[in-house]
């Protein structure tokens, strides 16, 4: 038997080579960037095709042009930062809020059946309905916003608790009272793990709402914000500006997911492998 006969089945057995993680993040890039790329093909077409003038569409090169003027000039990143900062209490306070509230009305199966509908009403009212009651109660502040955009974020969170609390069966937090644990250890050991998916999903769900609800309410409220930055620019028929708004609200939406609710579910899975990817 020759030596080639002898490697051929095993290099046919062997593993196939992976990747370099430069060209696995180059491949990961180009699949992200690829609808976008097409989406600009689309938009330049249209643009050249019809030749519409630039007080209906401009071209992607003149929003190129805006956005680094703008982003060059800091006036991006001031608007950015008051939407940013806004969309940050409002998580905050919502977690510190709707969480214990989510476990409190969770925990309790007639509590939990009484307020469920009433949960259910809440969150499909949505909080930009609330902005002509906001502003007469509150005027064209700061505090208008918070409250829009709290009401939208704490409902979910409240609403998907209470919904990861009752799907937890009641023999696990009786088997652990039954060796002596207390209502802390219990919370800790059944109920926050049992129902830490639900959490997650109810703070993404009220991440996207609030957010929508935060760019609308600057538009109304003109204090500031990346809404502010759209409304202001549409006074003026500046369309470069209101697509660089437009854009900068999706990418920052996408960037505080992935910063923010991807490590929480990431860190879910490594510490309690109850998320599934």
């Known amino acids: 038997m020759t030596m080639t006969a002898v490697s051929a089945p095993a290099a046919a057995g062997a593993p196939p080579r992976r990747p370099s993680p430069l060209a696995s993040g180059l491949l990961g890039a180009g699949k992200f960037l690829a609808p976008f790329a097409a989406v600009v093909a689309l938009w330049w077409a249209i643009k050249a095709g019809f030749d519409l003038p630039d007080r209906i569409l401009?071209?992607?090169?003149?929003?190129?042009?805006?956005?680094?003027n703008l982003l060059?000039?800091?006036?991006?990143?001031?608007?950015?930062?008051?939407?940013?900062?806004?969309?940050?209490?409002?998580?905050?306070?919502?977690a510190v809020v709707g969480i214990p509230l989510g476990f409190a009305i969770g925990s309790n199966a007639y509590v939990a059946r009484a307020l469920g509908l009433f949960l259910r009403f809440f969150q499909g009212?949505?909080?930009?309905?609330?902005?002509?009651?906001?502003?007469?109660?509150?005027?064209?502040?700061?505090?208008?916003?918070?409250?829009i955009v709290v009401y939208t974020l704490v409902v979910p969170v409240i609403f998907n608790t209470m919904l990861g609390v009752r799907a937890?069966?009641?023999?696990?937090?009786?088997?652990?009272?039954?060796?002596?644990?207390?209502?802390f250890r219990v919370v800790k050991d059944v109920y926050l793990p049992g129902a830490l998916p639900s959490i997650v999903v109810g703070l993404r769900l009220g991440m996207g709402y609030g957010w929508r609800a935060l760019?609308?309410?600057?538009?109304?409220?003109?204090?500031?914000?990346?809404?502010?930055?759209?409304?202001?620019?549409?006074?003026?028929?500046?369309?470069?500006?209101?697509i660089c708004g437009m854009i900068?609200?999706?990418?920052?939406?996408?960037?505080?997911?992935?910063?923010?609710?991807?490590?929480?579910?990431?860190?879910?899975?490594?510490?309690?492998g109850v998320l599934r990817k």
């Open 168 to 183: 937890i069966p009641p023999s696990y937090a009786l088997a652990l009272r039954s060796l002596g644990a207390g209502t």
């Open 72 to 94: 060059s000039r800091g006036v991006l990143a001031d608007y950015a930062a008051t939407s940013l900062y806004q969309i940050g209490v409002a998580v905050v306070v919502s």
């Open 125 to 147: 009212v949505s909080g930009i309905s609330w902005l002509p009651l906001a502003i007469i109660w509150f005027g064209f502040t700061d505090t208008t916003v918070q409250v």
């Open 215 to 242: 760019i609308a309410a600057e538009m109304l409220i003109r204090q500031g914000g990346l809404g502010d930055l759209i409304f202001g620019a549409r006074t003026f028929g500046q369309i470069d500006r209101i």
């Open 248 to 272: 900068a609200i999706g990418v920052l939406y996408v960037v505080v997911d992935r910063l923010i609710v991807q490590p929480i579910e990431n860190l879910t899975v490594a510490r309690w």
């Open 58 to 68: 401009v071209s992607p090169y003149q929003v190129l042009v805006t956005f680094w």
